[in-house]
């Protein structure tokens, strides 16, 4: 079992940054890709969209809205994922989940954090 727990969301002013982490603890942690999710205003779960993954060699991926502003980083010794979040935008108000897949290919969501861009 993998527990998750983000922190380090907030209020921002657009054009702002801010860094999210989550750190992933348990027992017998086996986990291959680390991420963010995102849940816009009045999106359903359903609609979460992926923001960043990272594997666990460092390999990572984005979406394109994303690319050039964000940047994901891990640190396997902490089993700990960080986003740093540069030049925000209202549209990337949302809850950011946290996201771990295992080598067993389970995955783990944390409990979200929201992040508000004002304009």
């Known amino acids: 079992q993998v527990q998750l727990v983000e922190s380090g969301g907030g209020l921002v002013q657009a054009g702002g940054s801010l860094r999210v982490s989550c750190a992933a603890s348990?027992?017998?942690?086996?986990?291959?890709?680390m991420g963010w999710f995102r849940q816009g205003p009045g999106k359903e779960r359903e609609q979460r969209e992926l923001?960043?993954?990272?594997?666990?060699?460092?390999?990572?991926n984005y979406a394109d809205s994303v690319k050039g502003r964000f940047t994901i980083s891990r640190d396997n010794a902490k089993n700990t994922v960080y986003l740093q979040m540069n030049s925000l935008k209202p549209a990337d108000t949302a809850v950011y989940y946290c996201?771990?897949?295992?080598?067993?290919?389970?995955?783990?969501w944390g409990q979200g954090i929201q992040v508000t861009v004002s304009s």
């Open positions: 996201n771990a897949v295992t080598v067993f290919a389970r995955r783990y």
């Open positions: 348990g027992s017998g942690l086996s986990i291959n890709v």
């Open positions: 923001v960043a993954t990272i594997t666990r060699d460092g390999g990572t």
